[in-house]
Each structure stands twice: as C-alpha cells, then as structure tokens.
C-alpha cells in the first residue's frame, strides 16, 4: 500500500473535490451508481461516514461499537452542503494530526491498526466523488497509484465484509482462482507493497474461505481460471460496481460464469 501520509493527503484531496463537484448542482439529481440515492443521500452519506470514522479513531476503540450515532451538524439549507463537506474533512484531518495511526484498535478489516480507517477513509471518498461526477454528466479521473492501492483495499479487506455485504459468504468454490491484472502498471512502481507494484492480484475461492494470494513472480506465469485485465482506475471501478467486464477498457478470459459469482456477490 501506499503511506498512511499520502493517503491522508489524498482524503484532503478528495474532500475538496468532492465540495466542488457538488457546488450549486440540484441535489435531487439520481445517483447512476447507487440505485435509489439522490446526490443528497450521496453527499449526508459521504460526509457522515467522515465524521463516523473520526469518532472511532478518537476514541480508539478496541470492540465493535454498540451504536453509530454522531453529532453529524447538519446544514440548514442545500446551499450548506459543500462547506459541510469541507467541515468533516477538516475534523478528520485533526484527527489523525492527533492519533498514532499505527496503534492497535478494532476495525472489521484485515489490518487491526488505527491506519485502516484512514484507507478506508479514502476510498469511501475517492469513489463516492467519482459517483457524483457521474451523476453529473462530468468526467472523472483517478490517480493510477491511488486507484491500484484501492484496488488492493477492496480485495484484502472483502472477506472480512459479511456482516455487512452477506452475499460475500456465496464466494466459496473449489480453488478456483481469478486474476485481477492492471495493465498500466509502471504508475504505481514507487508503492511499499509488491503486491501493489506488481499490479497483480490473485483471488482464491475455497470451501471455507477465499482471498489474495500473495505470489511470488514466477507464480504470476500460471494461468487463473478467469482474468480480468484494465487500468488501474477502471479496475477499482469495476470492483466497486460502478463499470462492466464488458467494457472495451478490460480483457476478460477465462470461466464466464465464475466471474458472474464473483460479480453476484462481492460488492459492499
């Protein structure tokens, strides 16, 4: 992954575009990627999730939470959602200038440390502003690096999610592998994880369980049942539902109907 730093350098980043997107624009308009919101729903939900986190991280929690409530201060009008926005990225930021970010506390992830949330932070952000771009009708463009980070996030973190996202207890199979292979890989070369460098990753479903492997290079040369290839940002949303393996940005092979369960049942 990429340093704790950057990525809170990048939530600042993606909080303030995120304000700007939604400047003026008519807050009743439906949200293509997630059916059912409004860019009202969109942006209390972004903006709350923000300030959900924050609360955890300053409490350093060691259990699940028994509840979720949290003053979210809300604006009188919509005129007050953009600088809203700014406010709770703003109390995130003071948050990690005041907590050790590799302390041990409860998250419902695969990395038990404070760290976790300001990841997760991220990518709730980067893809809920690349949701109301699109709700828009405007372009939207992800860092190659950050996007192939997100896509580690996603993956890593997935098996972790059925308290929230059930479907995902349906990803169980026979060792069947698919591969998830980033085809502008040379962006992200200065990543810590080589995982993320290499811009592969290997997901494993098995009777019990499933998740990444980690491979070796000369393990990257087997053939997986299915593989998925496309740049970094159309991976991260392809993961996250917003695109389709059908779209001229990936390469798809191998076993369609594996895909179609991992498609079925991996989103969160």
Do not use: K
């Not at 980043?13 to 700007?20: G, I, K, L």
């Not at 997107?21 to 942006?43: Q, R």
């Not at 494993?204 to 990257?220: I, K, Q, S, T």
């Not at 092979?253 to 991996?266: I, P």
């Amino acid at each position: 992954m990429i340093s704790t730093d950057a990525h809170r350098a990048a939530i600042a980043a993606e909080s303030a575009r995120f304000a700007e997107v939604i400047e003026g624009a008519d807050l009743a308009t439906p949200v293509p990627g997630c059916p059912g919101w409004t860019l009202l729903d969109l942006v209390r939900h972004a903006g709350s999730v923000q300030r959900w986190f924050a609360v955890l991280l300053r409490q350093s929690v060691q259990e699940p939470p028994r509840a979720r409530e949290v003053d979210l201060r809300l604006p009188a009008g919509d005129e007050g959602w953009p600088g809203w926005l700014r406010a709770g990225a703003a109390e995130a930021a003071d948050v990690f200038g005041s907590t050790d970010l590799d302390a041990p506390m409860w998250t419902w992830g695969a990395d038990r440390h404070a760290r976790f949330w300001v990841r997760r932070m991220l990518f709730e952000t980067l893809v809920h502003r690349v949701d109301a771009e699109a709700a828009l009708g405007l372009p939207s463009t992800i860092d190659p690096a950050l996007a192939a980070d997100g896509v580690d996030e996603f993956l890593v973190n997935l098996p972790f999610a059925t308290p929230f996202a059930p479907g995902v207890a349906r990803l169980r199979g026979a060792g069947e592998t698919i591969r998830f292979r980033r085809t502008d890989v040379a962006d992200s070369a200065d990543s810590m994880d080589p995982v993320v460098s290499a811009g592969e990753w290997l997901v494993r479903l098995g009777p019990d369980e499933f998740g990444v492997v980690r491979e070796a290079a000369g393990d990257r040369e087997h053939p997986a049942a299915a593989t998925v290839a496309g740049p970094a940002a159309d991976l991260l949303l392809l993961l996250y539902g917003r695109t389709d393996r059908a779209d001229a940005a990936f390469e798809v092979s191998g076993d369609e109907a594996l895909l179609a369960r991992w498609s079925d049942n991996s989103r969160f």
